[in-house]
């Protein structure tokens, strides 16, 4: 049982480069989520979803898109990455609004 | 989801009791107190939640006034390990939709 597990763990991306990172879950979850965190800062929530087929953006929803076409996968896009987007990004997965479950973090750097 | 406030930062002896307070005294009678924590830059790690009743396990206890409008989350004996970010979250159990929001939390400092 691996949990939630995300792919890459690490990254660095030149301006306006696209990358797709992969949240992958083996719990079935229903509910997936996509975070950032900056340094010394909270998470904030970019995209979340409640069910395959659906997603529903958070509080820092732009300059990124998402996809939930199976239900253990959640997939997190940027288009055109910017230094903006330096971060830590984690995933995680709830059983509908049952405790969450969180990947060990992306750590993205855009140059 | 209702908002929650909790302290910036806390000490506390290692082997003592740490006990972190948060209040959030808008909840809604279907809302549950979840508490998470976040060592260094991992994941963050459910510890425990409840509704009205207090609730242990074998991480930590957590204590809900009887109006509900404040909590406690208590490890009974803090280790160095224990050093995190304590977040507080209230969140009703069966809303459909309901975002899963983080604020500042609490950063216990254990020290030897």
């Known amino acids: 049982n691996a949990g939630v597990t995300q792919t890459p763990k690490f990254r660095v991306l030149k301006t306006g480069q696209s990358m797709t990172l992969l949240c992958a879950q083996d719990?079935?979850?229903?509910?997936m989520y996509w975070y950032r965190q900056d340094p010394g800062m909270g998470l904030r929530l970019i995209h979340y979803?409640?069910?395959?087929?659906?997603?529903a953006k958070g509080e820092v929803p732009d300059g990124y898109n998402v996809s939930r076409l199976k239900k253990q996968n959640f997939l997190l896009g940027l288009e055109s990455a910017a230094p903006s987007q330096t971060s830590v990004y984690f995933c995680?997965?709830?059983?509908?609004?049952?405790?969450?479950?969180f990947g060990q973090g992306t750590r993205l750097t855009v140059v | 989801d209702a908002k929650t406030t909790q302290p910036t930062s806390m000490d506390c002896a290692e082997g003592r009791a740490a006990n972190l307070p948060c209040n959030h005294s808008?909840?809604?009678?279907?809302?549950?107190v979840y508490w998470y924590r976040q060592i260094h830059s991992q994941g963050p790690q459910y510890i425990i939640h409840?509704?009205?009743n207090n609730e242990t396990n074998e991480m930590a206890s957590l204590i809900i006034t009887e109006d509900r409008k404040s909590s406690t989350l208590i490890l009974p004996h803090a280790t160095l390990r224990d050093t995190a970010v304590y977040y507080c979250?209230?969140?009703?159990?069966?809303?459909?939709?309901?975002?899963?929001?983080f604020g500042g939390g609490t950063r216990l400092m254990v020290k030897p």
């Open positions: 979250i209230v969140r009703a159990y069966y809303n459909a939709g309901n975002m899963l929001t």
């Open positions: 409840g509704l009205k």
């Open positions: 808008t909840i809604s009678g279907n809302e549950y």
């Open positions: 995680a997965s709830s059983y509908r609004n049952a405790e969450a479950f």
């Open positions: 979803s409640v069910g395959e087929g659906t997603t």
């Open positions: 719990m079935n979850h229903e509910y």
